[in-house]
């Protein structure tokens, strides 16, 4: 079954944007809107992740939760994805502050 993702997309190279849009729209700058299948979406975010560098993304998906849907993120970034009690919320990074995986 095929589900409607977006990937947003920071200072990537110019080959993942590339790839990219060959399955999604690239409907503003580095913000990437497409309906692809699960496997597709986990193959794209296996590219996305690899290829991040010094830049950053995320993944929102259709989720079977209270939300409707879960996040994915990819490289260094202010904002990271936290789960509170089953929700997820949106912590920010202060300056200086190590990276902490989140999702």
């Given at each position: 079954?095929?589900?409607?993702?977006?990937?947003?997309?920071?200072?990537?190279?110019?080959h993942l944007r590339?790839?990219?849009?060959?399955?999604?729209?690239?409907?503003?700058?580095?913000?990437?809107?497409?309906?692809?299948?699960?496997?597709?979406?986990?193959?794209?975010?296996?590219?996305?992740?690899?290829?991040?560098?010094?830049?950053?993304?995320?993944?929102?998906?259709?989720?079977?939760?209270?939300?409707?849907?879960?996040?994915?993120?990819?490289?260094?970034?202010?904002?990271?994805?936290?789960?509170?009690?089953?929700?997820?919320?949106?912590?920010?990074?202060?300056?200086?502050?190590?990276?902490?995986?989140?999702?």
């Amino acid at each position: 079954m095929t589900s409607m993702i977006v990937i947003a997309a920071t200072a990537v190279p110019p080959h993942l944007r590339g790839a990219l849009s060959r399955w999604l729209l690239e409907v503003t700058p580095e913000l990437y809107v497409g309906t692809v299948s699960a496997r597709v979406r986990d193959e794209l975010w296996s590219s996305v992740s690899a290829a991040c560098r010094n830049g950053s993304a995320v993944l929102a998906y259709p989720s079977d939760n209270e939300q409707g849907f879960a996040l994915r993120t990819s490289g260094s970034q202010r904002r990271a994805p936290v789960d509170y009690d089953g929700l997820t919320l949106i912590s920010f990074r202060q300056d200086g502050q190590e990276d902490t995986k989140m999702f």
